[in-house]
């Protein structure tokens, strides 16, 4: 099972996220200068300026790059939780990352001015997933159970990046493979886990 990945992954044992450089703001570039407060999944963070025309070079928060191009406008924000539209004026791919032109950011001084400052989009416009597939979102913050009801933890992390998925649930790392996993119940805010000798280290 894996999970996409929209959201900025915070070091683990964390619990708050981190404070940027300044406070959220209007961003300045906006073609109608309103707040969105709308829920929001960050797809990139601005890494710095690329250039001298504007561009910014934004590192990927996500498995889905495609989102970028395909969007007439992102979220500018600095907390992940409100931040006012952009217009997309260009996307193209460079090393690893983006290099993304918005509307209104037309100078390095300008992109300098977003260093460190995320990219999102409405929660509403990601799409669909595969069966077996789920949000990292959504697996953040549900419960995990063993079959017969004993509860292991609220799983806090995704570890990604591995052969497969790994979710933190308090000091149990549970692999995020068929083997363990019985269901996922979103409606319900729990996992089910197979309690296979050695997960809980006992």
Known sequence: MRCGRWRARWP???TEKPRWRSSPETFRGTPDGGAVNAALVVVGRVMRPFGIRGELKVALETDFPDVLRQRRELIVTRDGVSGSPAAVESVRMHQGAALVKLSGVDTRTDAEDLRGALLAVREEDRPELEE??????DIIGLEAVFEDGRSIGVITEVLT????DVWVAGKVLIPAVSEFIVRVDLEGRRVVVRDIAGLTGE
């Open 12 to 14: 683990r044992g964390r």
């Open 132 to 137: 077996g597939r789920f949000w990292l979102d």
């Open 161 to 164: 990046g591995l052969a497969n």
